[in-house]
């Protein structure tokens, strides 16, 4: 499903929604779809920033949720992923998202939401925009995902 914008021939905030099954595409008109955006949108943002359990899945489903949302994920691990690696490798392609989230993963299954204290600030944060990621942070990513490091899409690329 994807929101395609305001329906220009309909009632103002209607929005054309098309819906995808395989090689199937059709529009719709949903009605008063902007309202209902804006309050899937806000609904999502509650979840998201609401600090505790949330999800219970594997990296494969953050993975698949952040290629669907175009929001990146920084999961930082319970277990220690290999020597001194403690944010788990999504093998993602793409990691030129406009905006990172930063999620705490318990013994390989159970995810919540994270937040840094970034130096210099006195709030804490659980989502950035990329170019205000934490140098710290982005280099112990870049560090356990060197293959497909922030800001770098690999995507067509033969290996």
Same mark, same amino acid.
């Given at each position: 499903?994807?929101?395609? @914008? =305001?329906?220009?021939? @309909?009632?103002?905030?209607?929005? $054309?929604?098309r819906y995808t099954s395989g090689a199937d595409a059709k529009v719709h008109v949903l009605q008063n779809g902007a309202v209902?955006?804006?309050?899937?949108?806000?609904?999502?943002?509650?979840?998201?920033?609401?600090? /505790?359990?949330? +999800?219970? /899945? %594997?990296?494969t489903d953050a993975a698949m949720l952040s290629l669907t949302l175009r929001l990146g994920f920084v999961i930082f691990a319970?277990?220690?992923? /290999?020597?001194?690696?403690?944010?788990?490798?999504?093998?993602?392609?793409?990691? %030129?998202?406009?905006?990172?989230?930063?999620?705490?993963?318990?013994?390989?299954? +159970?995810?919540?939401?994270?937040?840094? $204290?970034?130096? @210099?600030?006195?709030?804490?944060?659980?989502?950035? =925009?990329?170019?205000?990621?934490?140098?710290?942070?982005?280099? +112990?990513?870049? +560090?356990?995902?060197?293959?497909?490091?922030?800001?770098?899409? %690999?995507? /067509? %690329?033969?290996?």
């Amino acid at each position: 499903m994807e929101a395609l @914008g =305001e329906n220009e021939d @309909g009632a103002p905030g209607d929005m $054309l929604v098309r819906y995808t099954s395989g090689a199937d595409a059709k529009v719709h008109v949903l009605q008063n779809g902007a309202v209902r955006l804006a309050q899937l949108q806000e609904h999502i943002r509650n979840i998201w920033s609401t600090p /505790g359990n949330t +999800h219970w /899945g %594997t990296v494969t489903d953050a993975a698949m949720l952040s290629l669907t949302l175009r929001l990146g994920f920084v999961i930082f691990a319970s277990q220690e992923q /290999g020597v001194e690696r403690w944010i788990k490798g999504t093998n993602m392609e793409d990691a %030129t998202f406009p905006y990172w989230g930063l999620i705490y993963c318990i013994n390989d299954q +159970h995810f919540q939401v994270a937040e840094a $204290l970034p130096v @210099g600030t006195t709030h804490r944060a659980m989502y950035f =925009e990329r170019e205000t990621l934490p140098a710290s942070i982005v280099a +112990h990513y870049n +560090h356990c995902n060197n293959a497909c490091p922030i800001g770098v899409s %690999t995507l /067509g %690329t033969l290996i």
